[in-house]
C-alpha cells in the first residue's frame, strides 16, 4: 500500500433516520417576537436554529420568564432527529382550552400538521399575577385538562390522526398519600409529567423563582420522540435524563420546586397513582423516568404510554396500506359471502403494514382476520376485521432470593 495518511469521514452526530415516530407537537403560552407576530400559529421546528430563527432564544425565556425555548431545546438534545410541530399561545389560554376539542390550540396544531404527530405536549408558562388554583394535589387546570385531553384523543383517532398528549402537571402540592390517583382518571390517551429539573425549578431572575412550580414536558417529549413506540421511556440502560456535561438534570425535583430525594417514601405512590417523575437508582448515578403511566387503570391495555403509542402506530399503518382497496370491486360467492381471494388480498394489504412494526421489533406477533361467513350486500358492503398485535413486553421487575451456601 502507498504509504499515506488516511482520514476517512464518519458520523458523529448522532443523528438516527427521521420517521414518523419523531414527530411531536408542542402548546404553550409565551411572547410573540418579530418573526413569530401571530400567536397561535403553527410552525415546523427541525433543529433549535429554527427556534432562534422565530426570536425564541434563552435571552427570549429571560426576558419574559418563560420556559418556551427550554422545551424546544430540551427535545432536541434529548432527540437531535425529531421534528417538532410548535404552536405559541397567548398566556392566558389555560391547559385545559389548549386540549379542548372545539378550540383551535392543539386541536389546530393537529389539524395543520396532517396526522404527522403521534404525541403532543402542552405546558402553560404562566403570565405575571397568575394565581394557581390548587386541588388534589396539583394546579386545578391539570386536572381540568385531563379529560378535556381524553375527549380530544378520542376525536383524534375518528379522524385517523391518532393521538398521545402529555400533560404539564404544574405545582404538585400536598402529601402523595391525598394526591389524586390519576389511574382513576379513565384517560388512556393521556399522561401527566410533574418531573422537574431541580436547576430550572430554582432559577432566579430579578429575585424571584418563576419557574419553580414548571414540569418537564420537552424533556418528556424528547424522550418520547428518541424511543421505539414499543419502549418505555424509563428504561435505565438507553433513556437516562442526568447528563452532567449540559447541567442537566444533576439534580431531580418535583414541580412542587422541591428535590425529589424529599418525596423518597413516596415513590411507590405516586408511581401506583399515575405520575410520570424522575427518580435515582441505587447503583446508578444520575436520574430517570419512573416509567411511562398514562391516566388509565392497569387492566386497561393502554395503561402506559408505549402501549397507547402502538396501538395507534399499527391504526396508522394499517390504515395507510389498506386504503388502497377502499371502493374497490368485491366479489363475491354464491351464497353471498366474499370470496376467498378477495378476503387474502385484503388480509395481505394489512399484514403488509403491520409487518413493519414486527420487523422493527416493535410488537412481538400479529394477526389479522376478516369473518368469511359476513353476508356482503346484506351488511352494508362492509367487512369486520379484527386486528390482533401482540406487544412486546417490559421488564418492570425482577425478583430474586439471595442467600448464602456451603456449596455451589
Not at 269 to 285: R, S
Amino acid at each position: 500500500m502507498l504509504p499515506d495518511i488516511r482520514i476517512e469521514k464518519e458520523q458523529g452526530l448522532g443523528r438516527r433516520t427521521p420517521s414518523s415516530d419523531m414527530v411531536v407537537g408542542l402548546v404553550m403560552g409565551g411572547i410573540s417576537t418579530a418573526a413569530y407576530a401571530t400567536l397561535g400559529a403553527t410552525v415546523e421546528l427541525r433543529g433549535v436554529s429554527d427556534a432562534k430563527a422565530l426570536g425564541f432564544t434563552a435571552a427570549y425565556d429571560e426576558a419574559n420568564k418563560v420556559l418556551v425555548y427550554h422545551h424546544i431545546e430540551r427535545i432536541f438534545v434529548r432527540n437531535k432527529s425529531a421534528k417538532v410541530y410548535l404552536k405559541v399561545v397567548a398566556q392566558t389560554v389555560t391547559l385545559a382550552q389548549m386540549a379542548d376539542v372545539t378550540l383551535t390550540h392543539v386541536a389546530g396544531l393537529l389539524l395543520d400538521a396532517k396526522g404527522e404527530v403521534g404525541v403532543v405536549g402542552i405546558a402553560l408558562n404562566p403570565g405575571a399575577g397568575y394565581t394557581e388554583t390548587l386541588i388534589t394535589g396539583l394546579s386545578s387546570d391539570v386536572v381540568a385538562a385531563i379529560p378535556k385531553a381524553q375527549a380530544l384523543v378520542e376525536s383524534e383517532f375518528t379522524r385517523h390522526r391518532p393521538v398521545f398528549v402529555v400533560i404539564e402537571g404544574r405545582h404538585f402540592n400536598g402529601t402523595s398519600a391525598a394526591a389524586l390517583d390519576l389511574r382513576s382518571k379513565e384517560a388512556e390517551g393521556v399522561a401527566v409529567v410533574i418531573a422537574a429539573d431541580y436547576s430550572i425549578s430554582q432559577k432566579e431572575i430579578g429575585g424571584t423563582k418563576p419557574y419553580q412550580y414548571y414540569a418537564a414536558i420537552g424533556d418528556t417529549l424528547g424522550m418520547i420522540s428518541a424511543a421505539k413506540v414499543n419502549e418505555n421511556i424509563g428504561w435505565v440502560g438507553k433513556f437516562p435524563l442526568t447528563d452532567t456535561s449540559l447541567g442537566m438534570f444533576v439534580k431531580a425535583a418535583l414541580s412542587s420546586s422541591l428535590a425529589i430525594e424529599t418525596y423518597e417514601a413516596d415513590y411507590a405512590t405516586l408511581h401506583d397513582k399515575g405520575y410520570i417523575f424522575a427518580k435515582p437508582h441505587t447503583g446508578k448515578t444520575g436520574y430517570y423516568f419512573n416509567s411511562s403511566p398514562s391516566c388509565a387503570a392497569m387492566d386497561q391495555d393502554e395503561a402506559y404510554i408505549e402501549n397507547a403509542r402502538c396501538l395507534n402506530k399499527g391504526a396508522r399503518l394499517i390504515r395507510t396500506s389498506t386504503l388502497d382497496a377502499l371502493n374497490s370491486p368485491v366479489l363475491l360467492n354464491e351464497d353471498g359471502t366474499v370470496q376467498s381471494v378477495v378476503i387474502g388480498a385484503l388480509e395481505a394489504m394489512a399484514e403488509e403494514g403491520l409487518s413493519q412494526m414486527q420487523r422493527g421489533g416493535e410488537i412481538s406477533n400479529f394477526d389479522v382476520y376478516i369473518d368469511p361467513e359476513i353476508v356482503f350486500l346484506e351488511n352494508e358492503e362492509s367487512l369486520d376485521v379484527e386486528y390482533s398485535l401482540q406487544p412486546v413486553g417490559v421488564l418492570r421487575e425482577l425478583k430474586g432470593k439471595i442467600k448464602l451456601v456451603a456449596k455451589i
